[in-house]
């Protein structure tokens, strides 16, 4: 996820980092005959990556016991904060790189949003479960971090068929060259959506928009009525965190006297009360899942991917 990254003390804290950025590096290994050529760039020298820069400030058994125990007094949000240099540095900006870096003042003291440019800097954080009083634990990305984005082209029912080159028509030139053409089509008519992060009231946004409609087809959801969505629909804080597709979806559940069951996207079905009654174990979250119509999943992805989704002809020998 993605949050403002947030400085103490701008003055002081830039000032160090300065400090490390025009530190000379040169006798920090051991081995005497290392602390030559390449390991002598400056720290913003278009010829170190940030990868560099980061071992660079990483203790080592390669490096002195001095160097190292100067590694390991830099507090963490400095050397955070050199990253972050590092990471927006240009050359043509010289030695003038702290004028491009900023906060705003707030009731007449200085902020702790930092800005780039004008422009808050965001931060990649991983959530990672919580602590014993039930706080959230985030832990901040590196700034070259960029997170991947994946097409899952299909699951697992293919239809295919081999077919003689020499019973086929208008083909392009290279498939004359082979025997035989396989051509390959996905047959699901759903895909499977494993929606693990919806358990986070609007955090898993999809997730949410797709369980607004009225034609799903769902695992190991919680049914709930229309006294539950009423319940949901009280509770304005927490109602308010949902997307407002799902906020909508319950509303219209709650005002319909028809309706008999609806699900909440980030209400699983939870087992073990049985035995909860009796003991001190908590009850267990299933694991819930959903199906999403083809038509709706292809109608989201651009032109040409859906045009290789649809039909892939892979040459055979």
């Known amino acids: 996820m993605y949050m403002p990254i947030v400085i103490a ?31 002598t760039r400056p720290i913003l020298s278009p010829k170190r990556s940030l990868g560099s820069v980061i071992k660079l400030l990483s203790p080592s058994p390669a ?19 050199v990253f972050l240099v590092k990471r927006f540095y240009r050359p043509d900006w010289g030695l003038d790189w702290m004028s491009h870096f900023s906060v705003d003042a707030v009731n007449g003291t200085t902020g702790n949003i930092l800005k780039f440019e ?13 602590n014993e009083k039930g706080l959230n634990r985030f832990f901040k990305l590196r700034q070259d971090f960029m997170p991947a984005f ?16 020499n019973q086929l028509e208008n083909l392009p030139d ?18 499977f959506q494993r929606p693990d992060d919806a358990i986070i009231r609007g955090y898993d946004k999809q997730t949410e928009k797709d369980l607004a409609r009225y034609d799903n087809f769902l695992s190991n959801f919680e049914p709930l009525t229309r006294a539950d969505a009423s319940r949901i629909i ?15 979806f319950i509303e219209e559940s709650e005002k319909d006297p028809d309706f008999e069951y609806f699900v909440a996207s980030n209400c699983f079905r939870l ?18 899942r959903y199906t999403i ?25």
Not at 306 to 313: E, L, N, V
């Open 293 to 317: 119509p083809r038509c709706i999943w292809s109608d989201s992805l651009p032109g040409i991917a859906r045009a290789i989704h649809g039909f892939r002809m892979l040459s055979n020998r």
């Open 150 to 165: 994946k097409l899952q082209w299909e699951d697992d029912i293919t239809a295919s068929i081999i077919v003689p080159v």
């Open 63 to 81: 490096y002195t016991d001095e160097y190292n125990e100067w590694l390991r007094s830099i507090p963490e949000r400095i050397k955070s904060l």
């Open 234 to 248: 009280e509770n304005t804080i927490h109602f308010s965190e949902y997307t407002e597709p799902m906020r909508k």
């Open 9 to 39: 003390d701008f003055d002081k804290d830039m000032q160090e980092a300065r400090k490390i950025i025009e530190k000379d590096y040169v006798n920090r290994f051991r081995d005497q005959s290392e602390n030559l050529g390449k390991d």
């Open 174 to 191: 290279w498939a004359s060259k082979h025997l035989s053409l396989k051509f390959a089509k996905n047959c699901e008519a759903r895909f």
């Open 118 to 130: 004008g422009k808050p800097i965001m931060g990649s954080y991983l959530r990672v479960g919580k």
């Open 271 to 288: 087992t073990n009360w049985r035995c909860l009654a009796r003991t001190q174990e908590q009850p267990t979250r299933s694991a819930s």
